[in-house]
Nanobody, 127 residues
Framework: QVPLAESGGGLVQAGGSLRLSCGVS????????MAWFRQAPGKERDFVAA????????YYADSVKDRFTISRDNANNTLNLQMNNLKPEDTAVYYC????????????????????WGQGTQVTVSS
């Protein structure tokens, strides 16, 4: 089992910033790609950003590119998401996810690539 625990969500005005963190238990963190997804009310879960474990190369959804930054601290088993210039459409529950190294799915935006999901943290952006 690889528990994932998100923190850092909250209420912020448009244009503001938040930093989400995800603590990861287990020994596989440093060898696993990690990602953030989000789900707004009544909508499907959408890919936000991913980071691989080796380079670490980063990937972003077009909607958050140049505003969000994903990073990882392998020494402390922590995944972070710095969110700047937040918009009301960023309002959602944000989930931290861990890559399944045996997955057949190579697309970072595909939910089937990931085997562990956190409980989620609410981010609300007011206009």
């Amino acid at each position: 089992q690889v528990p994932l625990a998100e923190s850092g969500g909250g209420l912020v005005q448009a244009g503001g910033s938040l930093r989400l963190s995800c603590g990861v238990s287990g020994r596989t963190f440093s060898k696993s790609a990690m990602a953030w997804f989000r789900q707004a009310p009544g909508k499907e879960r959408d890919f936000v950003a991913a980071i691989d474990w080796s380079t670490p190369r980063t990937y972003y959804a077009d909607s958050v590119k140049d505003r969000f930054t994903i990073s990882r601290d392998n020494a402390n088993n922590t995944l972070n998401l710095q969110m700047n210039n937040l918009k009301p459409e960023d309002t959602a529950v944000y989930y931290c996810v861990k890559d399944d190294p045996l997955s057949y799915y190579s697309d970072y935006a595909d939910t089937r690539r990931y085997d562990y999901w956190g409980q989620g943290t609410q981010v609300t952006v007011s206009s």
